[in-house]
T-cell receptor, first 115, second 112 residues
Framework: EPEVTQTPSHQVTQMGQEVILRCVPI?????FYWYRQILGQKVEFLVS????????KSEIFDDQFSVERPDGSNFTLKIRSTKLEDSAMYFC?????????????FGPGTRLTVT | GQQVMQIPQYQHVQEGEDFTTYCNSS?????IQWYKQRPGGHPVFLIQ?????EVKKQKRLTFQFGEAKKNSSLHITATQTTDVGTYFC????????????FGPGTSLSVIP
C-alpha cells in the first residue's frame, strides 16, 4: 500500500540553526500538509500546499518557516533559525485532492529536538 | 476563531467495556473527520462524516454527526487492547477548507 515517507526520523539541532525536514507524499496525491505535535499535545496545522503554492497557513507558520516542492516527489519544510520551542514531532500528510472530501495520509513523522 | 473541544481528555476502561468520546464545535461544520493515533505513532484516518445526523459503523466503532452539525461522537463497543490510543476529531472552517483543525484528543487506555 502506498505510504508517505519522511526523513530523517530524528533531527537534533542547535538553537539558531536551519533545518530541512523532508517528505515524499503518495505519488498521485495533489495536496500536501505539514503539522506539528508537541509531546503529549494535539496535532497543530502548519500549512497546506497545492499546485506549487501555499493554500493555507496557520499563525504558527511565520517567516521562519517555508515549504517547497523542489521536484516531482519531495515536499520539504524549512525552519530558518530554530528556537527551543520548535522542538516537536513534525508530520507530513498528503491527500488525493483537497477540500473536505478526502482523507489525509500521514507520514511517520520527524522528531525535531532543538538544544 | 473556531474552537474544537473533545471530552473526556482521558478515559481508562476495563477491556470489554464501551467507550465514547465527544467532539464539539462552536460553529456549524461542513464535515468532520476522526483519526486515531497509537502511542508513538502517527494519526491514521478512520472516517469522515458529512451529512446532518449521519451515522457510520466500522465493526465495533460507531460514528455519529449531530443534527445541527456542531458535534460528533465516536463510540467503541467492547473495547480491546488494540483500541489503545488517542482519538482526534478534525474539522475545517467553511471559509478555509485547506486548513485542518484538530481537537485536543481523547486518550484511551484499556486495562486487560
Amino acid at each position: 500500500e502506498p505510504e508517505v515517507t519522511q526523513t530523517p526520523s530524528h533531527q537534533v539541532t542547535q538553537m539558531g540553526q536551519e533545518v530541512i525536514l523532508r517528505c515524499v507524499p503518495i505519488s498521485n496525491h495533489l495536496y500536501f500538509y505539514w503539522y506539528r505535535q508537541i509531546l503529549g499535545q494535539k496535532v497543530e496545522f502548519l500549512v497546506s500546499f497545492y499546485n506549487n503554492e501555499i493554500s493555507e497557513k496557520s499563525e504558527i507558520f511565520d517567516d521562519q518557516f517555508s515549504v517547497e516542492r523542489p521536484d516531482g516527489s519531495n515536499f520539504t519544510l524549512k525552519i530558518r533559525s530554530t528556537k527551543l520551542e520548535d522542538s516537536a514531532m513534525y508530520f507530513c500528510a498528503s491527500s488525493e485532492l483537497g477540500r473536505e472530501l478526502y482523507e489525509q495520509y500521514f507520514g511517520p513523522g520527524t522528531r525535531l529536538t532543538v538544544t | 476563531g473556531q474552537q474544537v473541544m473533545q471530552i473526556p481528555q482521558y478515559q481508562h476502561v476495563q477491556e470489554g467495556e464501551d467507550f465514547t468520546t465527544y467532539c464539539n464545535s462552536s460553529t456549524t461544520l461542513s464535515n468532520i473527520q476522526w483519526y486515531k493515533q497509537r502511542p508513538g505513532g502517527h494519526p491514521v484516518f478512520l472516517i469522515q462524516l458529512v451529512k446532518s445526523g449521519e451515522v457510520k459503523k466500522q465493526k465495533r466503532l460507531t460514528f455519529q454527526f449531530g443534527e445541527a452539525k456542531k458535534n460528533s461522537s465516536l463510540h467503541i463497543t467492547a473495547t480491546q487492547t488494540t483500541d489503545v490510543g488517542t482519538y482526534f476529531c478534525a474539522i475545517r472552517r467553511e471559509t478555509s477548507y485547506d486548513k485542518v483543525i484538530f481537537g485536543p484528543g481523547t486518550s484511551l487506555s484499556v486495562i486487560p
